[in-house]
């Protein structure tokens, strides 16, 4: 079953995306030999049945039935409304509707969150799966960690997360600044931390530190919660929470 919370609130980025993606709607069947590629703006995917639809800035391609059916259009014009995202396509069995909502979505299968909600409908049927890369939902404002495996941090003290988009990590390790690096795939979340110039810090924030160095290290997963937290998941049971202010 797809969770899905947050607010409709399209984020700029998906709008100029999306929006970029612009053409006249015309079909071309599903039998039909695929055009030439084109970059991909955007990819949803869904499960149960499975299906994958991307969107380029000169068509559309819906693959469903586990990939054997194929249905290409040209991509036609967004509309932006509500919260929403919205594409009207011609086909020869009628319409085909994608709707893109900024609203987090988790997949049913991998457990991934990824940023947007999206639900097609083309002829009699209606598929409901989730869009967007989810590194974006890391990426972005620095993450304020409160919690590191079930203690909160020390009173004072500051231990904060950054995820560049050039995979790099950056923030405060609680005494010394944070280093390293991260990687997201379809196997989960895996960081590389480290500490920059050793500094003197009170030996309880220097204990805190290495835990959290060393939790980091062990991270495999992550997920958002309802009320917009970061939980990263060790792969020993453990944890870290942290929030945006």
Known sequence: MLRSHFPAVLSASLIAALASCTNESKTVGADASPPAESPVAFRATG???????????????LLT???????????????????????VAR???????VAITDRLCVDSMSGMP??????????????????????SLLQG???SVFEIDGAPIVAGSQTTLGFAADGQLAGQASCNKLTGGYSLSGEGLAISPGSGTPMTCDEAILAQERRFLAAL??????????????????????????RRP
């Open 91 to 97: 086909t020869k069995g009628g319409e085909l509707v």
């Open 114 to 135: 990824h940023p947007q909600t999206v639900e097609v409908v083309t002829g009699d049927r209606n598929l409901v799966g989730c869009g967007g890369e989810p590194v």
């Open 141 to 143: 404002a620095e993450w």
């Open 217 to 242: 290290g062990k991270v495999q997963g992550f997920s958002i919660t309802a009320d917009g937290l970061l939980l990263l998941r060790t792969g020993d049971g453990g944890s870290i929470r942290a």
């Open 47 to 61: 499960n149960e049945p499975g299906w994958r639809l991307d969107i380029g800035r000169a068509e559309m391609v």
């Open 65 to 87: 039935n586990f990939g054997q059916e194929r249905l290409v259009v040209a991509t036609p014009k967004a509309d932006a409304s509500g919260g929403t995202i919205r594409y």
